[in-house]
């Protein structure tokens, strides 16, 4: 996505991609669509760092890649998504598994996310 303003009509095969590259666990796909400076938010990031927030493009790959990294494929399914123009944030609702979550997503002008954050269900 990366020099093309997200809006709506990017967002459903923005969020294709995206689920695409989360089931292929291709961690280097879905942080090509971070900006260097994002900050990603999410309580699985406390249990494994300390943190709820890991901010940078390279920690939140170093980060994904220590939660996830032993995953070869993950079933995940897209249940729904919205797009908010107003905020320029987009908000996508997958389950993996018996696990559900909602996760939204801010983006920058260029079209790069700047903040995430996931919150994880049953």
Same mark, same amino acid.
């Given at each position: 996505?990366?020099g093309?303003?997200?809006?709506?009509?990017a967002?459903g095969?923005?969020?294709a991609?995206?689920?695409?590259?989360w089931?292929?666990?291709? *961690?280097?796909?879905? /942080?090509?669509?971070?900006?260097d400076?994002?900050?990603?938010?999410?309580p699985l990031?406390?249990t494994?760092?300390?943190?709820?927030?890991?901010?940078?493009?390279?920690n *939140?790959?170093a980060y994904?890649?220590?939660?996830?990294?032993? /995953?070869e494929?993950a079933?995940?399914? *897209?249940?729904?998504?919205?797009?908010?123009?107003?905020i320029?944030r987009?908000?996508?609702?997958?389950?993996?598994?018996d696990?559900?979550?909602?996760e939204?997503?801010?983006?920058?002008?260029t079209?790069r996310?700047v903040r995430?954050?996931?919150?994880?269900?049953?």
């Open positions: 996505m990366s093309q303003t997200m809006n709506r009509a967002a095969p923005f969020v991609a995206w689920c695409a590259s089931c292929k666990v291709d *961690i280097d796909a879905v /942080v090509a669509h971070f900006a400076d994002a900050q990603m938010r999410s990031a406390l494994l760092t300390g943190s709820p927030v890991v901010s940078g493009a390279d *939140i790959r994904w890649r220590k939660a996830y990294g032993h /995953v494929s079933d995940l399914k *897209i249940l729904s998504w919205s797009w908010d123009e107003t320029a987009l908000t996508v609702w997958w389950q993996l598994g696990t559900r979550a909602s939204f997503m801010d983006f920058d002008e079209g996310v995430s954050e996931a919150f994880y269900g049953k």
